[in-house]
């Protein structure tokens, strides 16, 4: 069936330095692809999108790529911030009207 | 301008009582969702609506879960004889597209407990 699963449940990284969260997706025909960040208490928000029709793009302090061939999508996150310490969940539109399929999350953890 | 809210916050309720979760979207948007959270878990879809069209049903988790949006605005999700199992927090989100992408706006969410 569908899913949208993560490699790492927990990255704890030091201020400053970059953040790379990774992501799997099983169905081929997903066309779009969403980050969400998550903070204790609050609904998810959204970071970035990527069509399927593009590889990587940019946004601010955070890229987005997306490797169809392996069905491998990543979060890189520039300079992580103490206010970057949240869940991170990708999502993956599977029947083009945002009906989202959502990864288990990564919780990022920033330490100074 | 305002975001998607939800009410109650929390809600605590004994097994086999019903318990109605409310959403109030963003003006103007067209499509709503409702997903389900689980303690430490990513989000389950549960329900779609897209203006007033016949709803996506397709990932309510059994017959005793429904969902309303009355006048393409605001929905209540309503949970029928509750089990433990039920206990999650409940989200809505919004979108002014209901096709071909675009940002979901989510709410705060419901924090349901069923003792």
């Known amino acids: 069936g569908e899913s949208v699963g993560l490699h790492l449940p927990t990255l704890s990284v030091q201020e400053g330095d970059n953040s790379i969260i990774n992501c799997a997706y099983s169905?081929?025909?997903?066309?779009?692809f969403i980050w969400y960040k998550q903070e204790s208490g609050k609904g998810p928000q959204f970071i970035i999108d990527?069509?399927?029709?593009?590889d990587k793009r940019q946004g601010q302090r955070v890229t987005v790529l997306l490797n169809k061939t392996v069905k491998h999508l990543s979060l890189q996150i520039a300079a992580t911030q103490p206010g970057d310490s949240a869940v991170y969940f990708c999502a993956e539109d599977a029947e083009g009207y945002n009906k989202l399929i959502f990864g288990a999350g990564t919780r990022l953890a920033v330490h100074p | 301008g305002a975001g998607v809210s939800q009410s109650p916050s929390n809600k605590v309720t004994e097994k086999g009582k019903d318990v109605e979760l409310r959403c109030d979207p963003i003006s103007g948007h067209t499509a709503l969702y409702w997903y389900r959270q689980s303690l430490g878990q990513g989000l389950e879809f549960l329900i779609y609506f897209q203006g007033n069209s016949a709803p996506d049903k397709s990932g309510l988790p059994s017959d005793r879960f429904s969902a309303e949006r009355t006048g393409g605005s605001v929905s209540t999700l309503t949970i029928q004889r509750t089990q433990q199992e039920d206990s999650a927090v409940y989200l809505c989100a919004s979108s002014s597209q209901g096709t071909g992408g675009g940002e979901q706006y989510f709410g705060p969410g419901t924090r349901l407990t069923v003792t």
């Open positions: 990527i069509r399927s029709n593009m």
């Open positions: 169905n081929s025909a997903s066309d779009y």
